[in-house]
Nanobody, 116 residues
Framework: QVQLVESGGGLVQAGGSLRLSCAASGRTARIYAMGWFRQAPGKEREFVATLSWTGGTTNYAGSVKGRFTISRDNAKTTVYLQMNSLKPGDTAIYYC?????????WGQGTQVTVSS
């Protein structure tokens, strides 16, 4: 099992920045990718960004490309999401996901609110 804990959410004005963190514990050696998803009120959860351990490949949703950056620490147990130029449309609960050969694991989420 893998446990994930997100942190770093909060309230920020439009144009501001936040950095989210996701700390993984447990059976982390089998993880081969981690990512961020978000869910706004009344909407389905959507993909934001992923980072693959193979080659460090990153992928971003079109709506955040150029503004958000996903990265990890050298121990590969913490993933970050640097969010710049935030917009009110970025308001959502942000969830961290880890993937290993057993499936996907989710964190409890962290609220990000962007005021106009």
């Amino acid at each position: 099992q893998v446990q994930l804990v997100e942190s770093g959410g909060g309230l920020v004005q439009a144009g501001g920045s936040l950095r989210l963190s996701c700390a993984a514990s447990g059976r982390t050696a089998r993880i081969y990718a981690m990512g961020w998803f978000r869910q706004a009120p009344g909407k389905e959860r959507e993909f934001v960004a992923t980072l693959s351990w193979t080659g460090g490949t990153t992928n971003y949703a079109g709506s955040v490309k150029g503004r958000f950056t996903i990265s990890r620490d050298n121990a590969k147990t913490t993933v970050y999401l640097q969010m710049n130029s935030l917009k009110p449309g970025d308001t959502a609960i942000y969830y961290c996901r880890a993937t290993d050969f057993g499936g996907n694991y989710w964190g409890q989420g962290t609220q990000v609110t962007v005021s106009s």
